[in-house]
Structure formats: C-alpha cells, structure tokens
C-alpha cells in the first residue's frame, strides 16, 4: 500500500528501456574513447606543427578505425557463440535433471 492508499503498482515486464538505453550510450561513449586514444597516439604525429591532421595521419586514423571495430565485431561473434552454446549446455542440463530426478 503506498502513501496514498492505493494498492502496489505492477512493475513492467522486461528490461527498463531508460536503463538499457543508458547502458549503451555508455558502452559507445567507452568504445568511441577507446578508439581515440588508440588510433591518436598510433597515427598522430608527435610534432603537432599544424592544426589539421596531415593526409598520412588521416589515412592511418581512417585504418586504425576500421580495423579496430572489425575486432570488437570478431571478438563480439565469439562471444554470442560461446553465450549460445553455454545456454544449450545448461538446457542440455536442466532436461537431464527433470529426466532423471522425477524418477
């Protein structure tokens, strides 16, 4: 019963949208963060001279880029994998334990 009489409210199924949306803008505010440290201190030069970034840095940062979200994705579908095949192992063991403990 809440303050005013009423009765609880029924939560909402599922996951909170304004969590899981939260959750990822922090998770691509980390990625983005990650890859500008990485590609700047790989492709940058050390003599900053001029404002802009030189055709050679550029196409470096452009490489580096792409190369390191070709990894995230690699390493995220070994990770759905092994997510997959870790849920059949515990339905593969959850089936033989209703086999065999209703005896």
Known sequence: MNFFGGGEEAKPAGPDPVFAAKTEME??????????????SKCASRKHKEPDLSLGEMTCADRCVSKYLEGQERIGVVLQKANEEQAQQMAAQQQMQQQFGGR
């Open 27 to 40: 998770m691509y505010t980390d990625l983005f963060n990650k890859i500008a440290s990485t590609c700047f």
